[in-house]
Nanobody, 124 residues
């Protein structure tokens, strides 16, 4: 089972930037598509971004397109999320996980195991 540890969250003003990291151990990281999700208070967890196992293709939820960039370093078993132009509505706990693409083209988590997440708070 892949163990996931997210880091890099914090408190930032609107318009600022953060870079999240997710370190994976166990499993074969370089064969997994990986993604980021987030969960705001009182809301369900939602998909944010995905990157294919090779890192050559990326996908984003509409609210973050043009502001967030997902990437990975298979040599370090790590996936990143660069977040720019942050908005208060980006405030949430951010999680990484293995992902899979559904028949309808949407992305979903491919594992029921979640790390502890990292809190991102954007002040207005």
């Amino acid at each position: 089972q892949v163990q996931l540890v997210e880091s890099g969250g914090g408190l930032v003003q609107a318009g600022g930037s953060l870079r999240l990291s997710c370190a994976a151990s166990g499993g074969t990281f370089n064969t997994y598509h990986m993604g980021w999700f987030r969960q705001a208070p009182g809301k369900e967890r939602e998909f944010v971004a995905a990157v294919t196992w090779s890192g050559t293709r990326t996908y984003y939820a509409d609210p973050v397109k043009g502001r967030f960039t997902i990437s990975r370093d298979n040599a370090k078993n790590t996936v990143y999320l660069q977040m720019n132009s942050l908005k208060p509505e980006d405030t949430a706990v951010y999680y990484c996980n293995r992902v899979k693409v559904l028949k309808n083209g949407n992305w979903s988590s491919a594992s029921d195991y979640w790390g502890q997440g990292t809190q991102v708070t954007v002040s207005s």
